[in-house]
């Protein structure tokens, strides 16, 4: 028989086992909107599909005075016993950075000894054909002398945490509180000015992440070399990088000619918002652009130094079921399907959302099974994104042609 303590327990267990199985979130992933319990945040192991759960964003809490504790770059906490014992245990590897294993240290003075640098000096890595070098009293001096940032990386500026300062998301510490939460970033990632442990200060002003966005309409693209997140925007996949997040670039168009560095680095300009360190590189088609022809032998829009924002093509698998990668004319052999943003419509109907397997035959390339008409069924159509309101109107958005 339940006695009264204990059906009362039995209540508030029941009560708590509602909470968490109706639909609460602790912490809700930015990209998928997978919900995830208080105990899955910050616990070393990746449940978001990018990670943000382990992210130094959401995980940089005020430390706690723990003689046994060891704190990743990141924030998370781990026992001292895991640090310089070539395991991972940081997602962000902190914990077996040269700076503070003596042992990867040796390695890493015999890694920039074999270099083609002069000594003192740090080789930047950054390039397979020749040495990037810089000066060693360059090394985490809270600038980027690096293409690829490693000067200013946790490899080279990681440090252990103690109690009460702070850790920037690159391993440098902050040892005097006045810098934290007064509005200036002191921290080359901005985590001095993060909202988990500045929001109960009244002088802080509200502020989000900083972050750099995939270029693309610069027509590049972030290599898979790059650690970067996502978000969804009108049904369409963004991809970034915070602040101090290295990158690699690559063209969205892989016909197109690369010009410029490929590293770049995320960082925080005078005003607050996320900067490239370099100038962007360039992607330049060099391919067959004279009137009346058919370019280099693909359906292609008729102007080649813009891309439509409004206008997407979506390269399809073989049985048009699959349509994800998004990609730009000119269109060779290929199963594809158009699609406008920003809510517009496309025309002509016979287009709009259907998949076209575009064939390339002696020089001409036609798209089969769009339409039995043999003028549409040719590259040269126009393909209109126009909004609801003009439906009678000769006023088009993102007027492209094939």
């Not at 007064?182 to 992440?209: T, V």
């Not at 995939?214 to 963004?238: D, I, Q, V």
């Not at 008729?302 to 924002?309: V, W």
Request: aromatic share 10%; glycine share 6%.
């Amino acid at each position: 028989m339940f006695n009264r303590i204990t059906l009362v327990n039995l209540v508030i267990l029941l009560g708590i086992l509602f909470v968490l199985c109706n639909g609460k979130c602790d912490f809700e992933c930015p990209f998928d909107k997978k919900c995830l319990r208080l105990s899955a945040l910050c616990n070393g192991r990746k449940e978001c599909s990018f990670g943000e759960d382990e992210l130094y964003v959401n995980c940089k809490y005020p430390i706690i005075s723990r003689p046994s504790t060891f704190y990743c770059a990141n924030g998370v906490p781990i026992f001292k016993s895991q640090i310089c014992n070539k395991i991972i245990d940081c997602i962000d590897q902190s914990d077996e950075s040269p700076a503070i294993c003596k042992e990867e240290e040796i390695k890493l003075d015999l890694q920039i000894q074999n270099s083609k640098c002069e000594k003192p000096q740090l080789a930047c890595q950054a390039s397979t054909e020749e040495e990037d070098c810089i000066s060693a009293d360059k090394i985490c001096d809270d600038k980027f002398d690096c293409p690829n940032g490693r000067d200013e990386s946790i490899e080279m500026c990681m440090q252990e945490l103690k109690y009460p300062y702070f850790q920037c998301g690159n391993g440098k510490i902050i040892y005097n509180s006045s810098q934290l939460c007064d509005n200036k970033y002191d921290c080359l990632d901005g985590s001095d000015e993060l909202e988990i442990h500045c929001k109960y200060n009244e002088k802080w002003i509200p502020k989000p992440a900083v972050i750099c966005a995939e270029p693309k309409k610069n027509g590049l693209k972030f290599t898979g070399n790059t650690t970067m997140y996502a978000k969804k925007e009108n049904y369409e996949t963004n991809y970034f990088v915070y602040a101090i997040g290295v990158v690699q670039f690559e063209c969205y168009d892989s016909d197109e000619a690369f010009e410029g560095i490929k590293w770049n680095v995320c960082t925080i300009d005078e005003n607050g918002n996320g900067k490239w360190l370099h100038e962007l590189p360039k992607c330049v088609d060099n391919r067959n652009k004279t009137p009346g022809t058919n370019g280099d032998l693909g359906c292609r829009l008729d102007t080649y130094d813009h891309y439509s924002e409004n206008l997407r093509i979506w390269k399809c698998s073989n049985d048009g079921k699959n349509c994800v990668e998004k990609i730009k004319p000119p269109l060779t052999d290929a199963n594809v399907k158009f699609n406008c943003s920003n809510n517009l419509m496309l025309f002509p109907e016979g287009l709009r959302e259907k998949y076209i397997v575009v064939e390339t035959k002696n020089g001409n390339s036609t798209l089969r099974n769009f339409h039995p008409n043999q003028d549409a069924a040719k590259c040269a159509i126009q393909l209109n994104c126009i909004a609801w309101t003009q439906w009678n109107q000769t006023a088009r958005h993102g007027t492209e042609q094939l």
